[in-house]
């Protein structure tokens, strides 16, 4: 097959596979068979770069940066909806928009989507654009980022008119928030606040590949275009389903007012069990023409309107506040409160999450306060009820000393978080840093958990990672519930740490902002601990993704000669502090492409193969134009008479080949 088809073929076979998964959840294939043919494709796009297309599946991945985001306006204008806080105020909407026609009417009710609202535009059904919302007349452009949405189909199913806009919301589901926000603490990073803002926060990003390790979704709810095949709202969202849209089924054709108290009455209490958050109801009138009759007002359509939930919401009395250190020395306020019942939990704590916040709401000891269960595991405080403050409150002061360690608080300039700055003397740092060195993408030692790192420390066994390999059998034996059996598989799992490659035992020392990937990367760069130490925040800015945050926390970290101590440790106990295989030797073969031919009698096709990727050139299959390189081995054939016709071929012996790589 030639490389045009299989490239058309791959690709549709990728957008079926990637379809099953993302839209109907039904997977047909193993994530492996996946992953193979995607990497096919991206190897048959390097191969002929002619042939890439931008809505390719490889294009999901990501990896092209955007730095300003072109503005766009908008075809048709995306308006806000009015809203509904009562059942009464719906009433009467139905009643205006009945006497107004002068008919009665057809409802859809859809849930309102909380996130943040798209509208991606489809030219001969490719996607060609996806907008923000903006102002409702024009808003950014941020369609590399949208690609990398698995359920934004890049090819609509079907026949569908030349020119379509479909409108929707980007959600990013609750169990997705929860994982990236464990992960931006366990990089030392402030937790975002809640799904909505980090969905469209995360459309915004530069880097796109950043957007595609973002579990977003799209849901789409509404067809734009000339000559469209369908009549009502319900249609439309069947058309928007048919097209290869993800459409939740919860839509529902309502005839009379009852069925959409119903319908609202029963996700009011339902939206707990969704993976993801509404705020709300969206009734629509179902026929289109009667839509067209109704119009719009200054800001939104009459024909919509949308019937807000109030939030699960209870008040209660603050007792206290206290604070809590992390790992990374971040301070939490969390309010202590009377227990309460809460979206069916009783609730006793609520994160303040900083000293802005308190600042901000005026919590006070003894205030009754409004607590709302969102998208956060921990619910939070969004007001005071003034009337029941209790006299003489006082104002909250934050503290200004650490808790458990006295030290005097910093804010970083731009955060919002204070650190207590004694890393390596307070304790739920060291005993938190200890925790995260042993963790399983760090060192892999399993068998120590977080008592029995309490129980090292508390025994002054353990004040810092490096004690871990001084341990002895006979150190740890005497410890609470210690038998003889775990204490070989902590002293086995300690000493089999030592073979931990140097990526890991760096993201491992738990350097603030390294978190795996960031490790990946500097290790790629400086391919053992001496040259790390070494670079100055410059060099190592200038590593790709390395920004000066980073660079700044890395350079900070190595100057401290506690540290530099506890590296030393660690050496001589036989830590890797070299990388396996350095990954990218250099770009000496930049932009240069390479075919083998022949018998090799210098190193194998696998390592030749390696030595190309490795200093940045390109493999191609065969003798074309493309090609700038060919390497003869013994008894060449028929590709080194084509390149010797061609005549634009640099034809090269195996030793100079090696010659080029200075080796
Ligand atoms: P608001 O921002 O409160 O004015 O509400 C309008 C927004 O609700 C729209 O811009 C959409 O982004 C969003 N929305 C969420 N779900 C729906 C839905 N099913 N139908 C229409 N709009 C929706
Ligand atoms: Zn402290």
Redesign the pocket.
């Known amino acids: 097959m030639n490389p045009e088809d299989r490239i058309q073929q791959l690709t549709q076979e990728l957008n079926q596979h990637n379809y099953n998964y993302y839209v109907l959840d039904n997977p047909i294939i193993s994530d492996y068979e996946f992953d193979m043919k995607l990497r096919e494709l991206q190897q048959l796009e390097k191969q002929f770069p002619q042939l890439a297309d931008a809505n390719s599946p490889t294009q999901r991945v990501g990896g092209q940066i955007t730095k300003n985001f072109k503005t766009i306006p908008h075809k048709y204008r ?6 509904a806080y009562s059942t009464q105020e719906l009433e009467e909407w139905i009643q205006r928009v009945e006497k107004s026609v002068g008919q009665h009417a057809q409802y859809t009710c ?9 509208s991606l535009k489809y030219i001969h059904g490719k996607l060609a654009e996806a907008v923000t ?1 903006g102002d ?1 007349f024009q808003g950014d452009e941020i369609t590399t980022n949208v690609r990398t949405i698995r359920s934004v189909p890049m090819q609509l199913n079907g026949s569908v008119p030349d020119e379509l806009y479909v ?3 980007i959600m990013l589901p609750l169990i997705g928030f929860q994982q990236i926000n464990a992960e931006r603490e366990e990089l030392g990073l402030e937790p975002f606040m809640n799904p909505r803002n980090t969905a469209s926060g995360s459309l915004k990003m530069q880097d796109s590949a950043e957007v595609a390790k973002r579990p977003l979704e799209a ?1 789409m ?2 067809v734009q275009g000339q000559n469209l095949p369908f009549e009502t709202q319900s249609e439309m969202l069947q058309f928007c389903r048919n097209s290869g849209f993800k459409v939740p089924d919860s ?1 529902k054709l309502c005839h009379n007012i009852q069925e959409i108290l119903d319908f609202i009455q029963y996700w009011d209490v339902n939206r707990q069990n969704l993976p993801y958050e ?3 109801v ?1 009734v ?1 009138v179902n026929q289109l023409y009667l839509q067209n009759e109704l119009g719009y007002t200054a800001k ?1 359509p009459r024909w ?1 309107i ?1 019937y ?1 939930f109030r939030a699960e919401q209870s008040q209660t009395r603050l007792n206290s506040i206290t604070y809590q250190v992390g790992r990374t020395g971040a301070v939490t306020p969390v309010a202590n409160l009377q227990p309460v019942l809460l979206a069916g939990t009783t609730v006793k704590r609520a994160s303040l999450h900083n000293a802005d916040i308190i600042q901000q709401l005026d919590v006070r000891l003894g205030d009754m306060v409004l607590v709302e269960k969102g998208g956060e595991i921990i619910p939070k405080i969004t007001g005071v009820n003034l009337d029941l403050r209790p006299e003489n409150a006082q104002k909250t002061e934050f503290i200004q000393h650490c808790p458990e360690c006295n030290t005097e608080l910093v804010r970083h300039e731009g955060e919002a978080a204070h650190y207590c700055p004694n890393e390596d003397g307070c304790p739920p740092q060291i005993k938190g840093k200890i925790e995260h060195f042993v963790s399983r993408k760090a060192m892999n030692i399993d068998s120590i958990g977080t008592e029995t790192i309490a129980l090292l420390y508390d025994a002054g066994l353990v004040n810092q990672i490096s004690d871990l390999y001084d341990l002895t059998h006979q150190d740890i034996l005497p410890l609470e519930r210690m038998a003889e059996k775990s204490v070989n598989n902590i002293i086995d799992a300690i000493q089999k740490s030592t073979q931990i490659p140097f990526h890991k035992v760096l993201y491992a020392l738990g350097i603030r902002f390294v978190g795996e990937t960031v490790a990946k990367k500097l290790v790629d760069a400086f391919p053992n601990i001496d040259a790390l130490m070494q670079a100055s925040q410059s060099d190592l800015e200038s590593v790709d993704t390395i920004g000066n945050r980073i660079a700044e926390s890395v350079c900070n970290w190595f100057k401290n000669p506690n540290h530099q101590q506890i590296i030393e440790k660690l050496r001589n106990y036989g830590i890797q502090f070299v990388a396996e295989k350095s990954e990218n030797i250099s770009g000496i073969l930049e932009g240069q492409t390479f075919l083998f031919t022949g018998k090799l009698t210098q190193f194998t096709r696998d390592e030749a193969k390696e030595m190309v990727e490795k200093n940045g050139g390109k493999l191609i299959s065969s003798v074309t134009k493309n090609l700038q390189n060919l390497v003869v081995g013994e008894n060449a054939g028929s590709k080194l008479k084509k390149a010797e016709q061609l005549g634009t071929v640099k034809i090269l012996t195996e030793h100079e080949f090696l010659d080029l790589l200075n080796l």
């Open positions: 995306m308006y806000s909806l009015s809203n859809e849930l309102k989507f909380d996130g943040a609202s798209i919302r409702g409108r929707g919301e849901f709810y509404s839509a509404i705020d709300g969206v629509k939104s919509a949308a807000k």
